[in-house]
């Protein structure tokens, strides 16, 4: 919990994410419901080499990735893009409260946790990146500052050849490698399968005239041509069924 209020809310969300403590609603500073526990913490000890449990912490620096190990190299990365959370662990109980099956028990023989819908949130949004942040860091040779990285980063197609390097063909085109942005026509054909390019009679090419944002003007074509000049109602959403019974 966080006790003062700050500009910045993920702050407190962070705080109250690591204590596992609630960080808004009716109970908000209070510790996260658990399903299982005695009610004791546990007590610190060694689960293995270089492995140690403190506090509710789990410390692993028993994992070492040699240079060329490319099976270990992709259980780190599958480690790294792993979900947040595993969905078929989570049931929404007849009051509304989220239960949170764990994958293993703790060691204080907790097994489930149960959320609101406000706490299971702020949990959510607790490891969201702040604002340009850089999720993706480099060191060593790969470093942005480092001396040596322009002798291991491939070289950009349109850069000019150093001396002595053969030069391109003359009739060689410069390729744009800069990213271009997606017309809304694509946009619309690639989320909702519209095709804005070509027409579905003649199958010609379609040219934007104008983009329409009144709604009156909207509403009297829409009317004009017969089609529903009105959006459908929102559904309520529909919660996905989980299997399991605890």
């Known amino acids: 919990m966080v006790d003062e209020v700050t500009d910045d809310a993920m702050l407190g969300l962070q705080a109250a994410s690591v204590r596992s403590k609630v960080a808004l609603g009716k109970r908000a500073g209070e510790w996260i419901r658990r399903i299982g526990s005695v009610g004791q913490m546990p007590v610190p000890e060694l689960t293995g080499h270089l492995c140690a449990n403190v506090n509710g912490f789990s410390l692993h620096a028993g994992v070492y990735c040699a240079p060329f190990d490319r099976q270990k190299l992709e259980h780190l990365c599958r480690y790294i893009a792993r979900p947040a959370i595993a969905e078929e662990r989570l049931k929404l109980l007849p009051n509304e409260d989220v239960l949170l099956k764990l994958k293993k028990p703790y060691s204080d023989g907790t097994s489930h946790l149960v959320f609101s819908g406000v706490e299971f949130v702020e949990k959510l949004a607790a ?54 942005r997606l017309s809304w026509a694509k946009l619309l054909k690639r989320v909702f399968q519209i095709d804005m390019e070509n027409c579905r009679h003649c199958g010609g090419e379609m040219k934007t005239l104008a983009a329409i944002k009144d709604r009156f003007t909207i509403e009297k074509i829409l009317k004009h041509v017969g089609l529903p000049h009105k959006p459908p109602d929102v559904a309520r959403s529909r919660y996905a069924v989980q299997e399991y019974l605890f």
Do not use: M, N, Y
């Not at 050849?161 to 063909?169: F, H, R």
């Open 127 to 180: 490891p969201v990146p702040p604002p340009r942040a850089h999720l993706t860091r480099f060191h060593g040779c790969l470093a942005p500052h480092s001396k040596i990285r322009s002798q291991v980063v491939p070289k950009k197609k349109d850069e000019a050849p150093k001396e002595g390097a053969a030069a391109p063909a003359a009739d060689t085109a410069p390729v744009d490698t800069k990213s271009k």
